[in-house]
């Protein structure tokens, strides 16, 4: 316990991190990944009428939170079409706007 002083630093580090929610505390994206998908997904259903596979998802904005994303899907003839659009969320997760 000779060195209690970087102990000290060490614990108060701790401490501020944990307090400020650590690296995704500052504003980070409340929402993960999976989540958006499954919301856009769900959208997407309704819009064209097919099970789409969504293939790439990159957050363009945090306020308010926006996302951009490719996604294909079968039409009704069985031809494969690949899409993009963007989608705005509220802050409480539910989809505020879909653009495709």
Same mark, same amino acid.
């Given at each position: 316990?000779?060195?209690?002083?970087?102990?000290?630093?060490?614990?108060?580090?701790?401490?501020?991190?944990?307090?400020?929610?650590?690296? *995704?505390?500052?504003?980070?994206? +409340? %929402?993960?990944? #999976?989540?958006?998908?499954?919301?856009?997904?769900?959208?997407?259903? $309704?819009?064209?009428?097919?099970?789409?596979?969504?293939?790439?998802?990159?957050?363009?904005? *945090?306020?308010?939170?926006?996302? +951009? %994303?490719?996604? #294909?899907?079968?039409?009704?003839?069985?031809?494969?079409?690949?899409? $993009?659009?963007?989608?705005?969320?509220?802050?409480?997760?539910?989809?505020?706007?879909?653009?495709?």
């Amino acid at each position: 316990m000779k060195d209690w002083k970087v102990w000290a630093v060490i614990i108060g580090i701790y401490l501020l991190f944990k307090m400020c929610g650590g690296c *995704d505390g500052c504003g980070s994206s +409340r %929402f993960d990944m #999976e989540s958006v998908e499954n919301a856009i997904e769900i959208h997407l259903i $309704s819009k064209v009428h097919a099970d789409p596979h969504i293939t790439t998802i990159k957050q363009t904005s *945090d306020n308010p939170p926006t996302y +951009r %994303f490719e996604y #294909e899907y079968l039409d009704r003839y069985g031809i494969r079409q690949h899409r $993009s659009g963007s989608c705005t969320f509220y802050e409480d997760g539910q989809v505020k706007d879909l653009k495709w």
